[in-house]
């Protein structure tokens, strides 16, 4: 300042005075010089320097002429900005007051009708779920508080009276038990169920999965005949007692006893230690009046392994049976409107028919008979006409994913905070970060939507000898959806700060009740265990009785031939048209799930080899045969949401479902790229190129994400969160 000739004395004073920091402009005086940049500034463009911006200023006060003082002044200005740096460049618009940024300008679009969206996610079920979201949108069904527990359970009991009034409750079961004979509709109604209260769901699953097809399903005529209409009615509330506290994953170990006495022709059900008590049973604590009783049948002293029984809880007044006791679980992380209790057994007599003798059964003579003669088959055959409620369960989680996204979603298009300098607050979801947090989640949702339909249709339509298949298909996929959940809902939450911490908002509820799916019905961990089982036996059917050692070396050998050369140009191709190709997706999904299981066969081959036990071989194999499983559900998911893009007729939603499948894809090899890079199957300029990708999509997504919501088409009763519906 003090070089420069064309200032004044007094010009150059005045200055010097603002910048000593012991004499600073006073904050008026600060607010005035804003103003009057402000005023210029308004009409700036991005890329104005600093110093055209101080000319217009300066000429502004000097009647819009530009002085020979200023022209002289120019070039040393633009010394001074260009020695301050590019950010400069930047100063005049942060004092505009409508800036049009990127960021701000995103918004939702409706690029696909949400109607035609909404037919392809119900298919054939629209008319079932019609009618359930009308019934749970009645003022009826109007939630409760769960603070009072009598209070909660009764009102659950009520309802599921109400649905079973209606026919819901005995839809699976065949039409002359009073059913509707359409399974298919009764998993529909567990999932759209989901979208209200998830102990109505639960209890409802108790009462007409768990108790009915137990009975149906492990019973012969003569149990249908006397239970299945009371069952589906309500009129005969019970439970499913199979875990005990000693025994929940491992149920072949149970030790409850059913002792045959040839004479009376009746067994006494009977608890041998505290332990062995049947613990977290649903309708136990209040409501069941009966109970399909796993226990080990004994006859003659001898141990034919688990079977089935219906034994009495209390009779029609409610009152505990004599030589039954039963404690109630109390108060539990969700799930509290369903009565889950504790039930000992001392000697309690039944009738010889009261066994469920589809798979074991005693003759006249008193012998053990079955059609299965190996008990690990029998208990496993016994075990595996169960899976409905593995499909059950991750239906309603995946509903309740919905739920938990639509509040989040909604919340987000319309919630701001920051925005540019000067500009307006920007809505949240189009921070990437949001993005980012919640788009790959809605785009697991649509998939698992896909692939728990192919789920139902496969066990709806099964064969035989394809159930090893059905089941392991239900235990992957059960445990893969209920942790997607979890994860989700987790997430909904932190994306509503504070407003989704609030009960009102549902997701704590849909949170805490959902929680427990990652266990029931089989704790995940367990069950990825079975199903990295089930595929190292993948080629039994062609090998006949071929043991799983056998199976091993067949599958060490195929590595050599089925695993192709990786090519050097794939590994780095980074174009986007080749990343969004489907048949690249899958080509890695594939790759990915057979070399993981071949490594995983080798691994524990050569453990054995060398003269580990098996049990253990497997146990050091663990955490290796869970990624097993992970592998193939990820590419069975991925190939069900490729045929439903490629089967979708409607152009709209057809490019939105093309534009989520692509992004479960990419998210899902982005989440393993390190595993893709250890194996060299992508090289480092690929594995960016698929993050950049990623951000695209979800940046994308985002557009469409509160019409992929309404799609789900849930009753605004149901959600009743104040942020998601705009109250
Ligand atoms: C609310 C609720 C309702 C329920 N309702 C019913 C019902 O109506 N009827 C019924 O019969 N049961 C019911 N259950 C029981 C439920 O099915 C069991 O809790 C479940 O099967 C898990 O058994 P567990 O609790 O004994 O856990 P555990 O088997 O003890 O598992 C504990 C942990 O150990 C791990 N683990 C176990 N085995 C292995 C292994 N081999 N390798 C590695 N890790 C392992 C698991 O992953 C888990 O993390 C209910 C449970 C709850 C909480």
């Known amino acids: 300042m003090e070089s420069q000739q064309w200032l004044t004395e007094t010009e150059r004073k005045f200055m010097l005075s603002k910048i000593n920091p012991s004499t600073p402009p006073t904050v008026d005086e600060l607010m005035q010089w804003r103003k009057a940049i402000s005023q210029v500034a308004s009409t700036s463009t991005p890329q104005e320097s600093l110093v055209n911006l101080g000319i217009r200023l300066a000429a502004l006060h000097n009647n819009g002429k530009v002085s020979d003082q200023l022209v002289q002044a120019k070039p040393t200005l633009q010394k001074i900005e260009s020695t301050l740096g590019v950010i400069s460049r930047e100063a005049g618009y ?10 701000a300008s995103q918004a939702t679009q409706q690029n696909f009708s949400t109607d035609e969206l909404a037919k392809i996610l119900d298919g054939q079920q629209a008319d079932i779920i019609r009618k359930v979201k009308a019934i749970i949108s009645d003022p009826e069904f109007q939630y409760v508080s769960p603070g009072d527990l009598d209070i909660y359970r009764a009102r659950v009991l009520q309802w599921c009276k109400h649905l079973a009034g209606q026919g819901f409750g005995a839809m699976a079961y065949p039409k002359e038990f009073g059913g509707g004979g359409d399974m298919a509709a009764y998993f529909t109604i567990m999932e759209t169920l989901s979208y209200h209260d998830l102990s109505l769901v639960i209890k409802f699953g108790v009462q007409f999965g768990l108790w009915g097809m137990s009975v149906y399903f492990l019973g012969t005529e003569k149990h249908h005949a006397k239970y299945m209409k009371d069952i589906g009615t309500l009129e005969l509330p019970g439970c499913f007692a199979m875990t005990e506290t000693n ?19 009746t067994f006494k059900i009977h608890t041998p230690n505290e332990y062995a008590r049947k613990e977290y049973i649903g309708n ?42 039963i404690k109630d679980c109390g108060r539990k992380m969700g799930l509290n409107g369903v009565d889950n209790g504790v039930i000992y057994f001392d000697h309690v007599e039944i009738p010889k028919e009261n066994m469920l003798d589809r798979f074991s059964s005693v003759n006249d003579e008193g012998k053990f008979e079955s059609p299965i003669a190996s008990d690990n088959r029998r208990f496993f055959t016994m075990l595996g006409t169960l899976v409905g409620g593995r499909i059950g369960i991750p239906r309603s989680g995946n509903a309740a994913s919905k739920s938990g996204l639509t509040i989040a979603i909604r919340y987000g298009d319309q919630r701001r905070q920051f925005g540019p300098e000067g500009g307006s607050e920007v809505p949240i979801l189009n921070y990437r970060t949001h993005q980012r947090r919640l788009m790959p989640l809605l785009a697991n ?8 339909q192919y789920l139902t249709n496969r066990f709806l339509n099964r064969k035989e000898e394809e159930m090893q298949e059905i089941e392991a298909l239900a235990a992957g996929l059960k445990s893969f959806a209920t942790w997607n959940t979890t994860a989700t809902l987790q997430t909904c939450r932190e994306c509503c700060g504070g407003k989704g911490y609030l009960s009102e908002n549902r997701i704590e509820v849909l949170k805490n009740d959902t929680d427990v799916y990652m266990t029931f019905e089989g704790d995940n961990t367990v069950l990825m265990q079975l199903v990295a089982k089930s595929r190292l036996t993948e080629f039994r059917q062609e090998f006949g009785n071929m043991n799983v050692f056998t199976i091993l070396n067949y599958i060490t050998d195929q590595a050599k031939t089925t695993i192709t050369e990786l090519n050097p140009i794939i590994v780095r191709n980074t174009d986007e048209a080749h990343l969004l190709d489907s048949g690249f997706q899958l080509d890695a999904f594939k790759y990915r799930e057979r070399d993981i299981l071949t490594s995983a066969a080798k691994r524990i081959k050569r453990h054995i080899d ?36 490629e089967r979708t007729k409607d152009a709209g939603c057809k490019t939105v479902l093309k534009k989520l499948c692509d992004l479960f894809a990419l998210s899902q090899i982005e989440k393993n790229k390190g595993w893709y890079l250890e194996a060299g199957y992508m090289e480092g300029v690929k594995t960016k190129a698929i993050r950049k990708l990623v951000n695209q999509l979800c940046w994308d997504v985002r557009q469409d994400a509160v019409p992929l919501t309404d799609a789900f088409n849930i009753p605004d009763q149901c959600l009743s969160a104040p942020i998601a519906v705009g109250r």
């Open 445 to 452: 949702t649509y998939a698992l939507h896909f692939s728990l």
């Open 94 to 103: 942060n004092f505009q007051s409508n800036r049009n940024t990127i960021t």
């Open 247 to 265: 025994h929940g994953s491992n149920v072949k170990g149970i030790e409850t006893t059913a002792t045959y006495n040839h004479s009376s022709k």
């Open 284 to 325: 136990a604590a209040l409501h069941g009046q009966m109970a399909t009783v796993f226990a080990k049948l004994i006859i003659d002293e001898k141990d034919y392994g688990v079977s089935a029984f219906v034994v009495p809880l209390r009779d029609k007044k409610g009152k505990v049976w004599p030589g039954v006791k």
């Open 610 to 645: 060398n003269g580990m036990d098996s049990f253990d071989a497997f146990n050091v194999c663990q955490h290796h045969l869970v990624e097993v499983a992970h592998a193939y559900i990820e590419r069975i998911i991925l190939e069900q949401f490729v045929l439903q893009v």
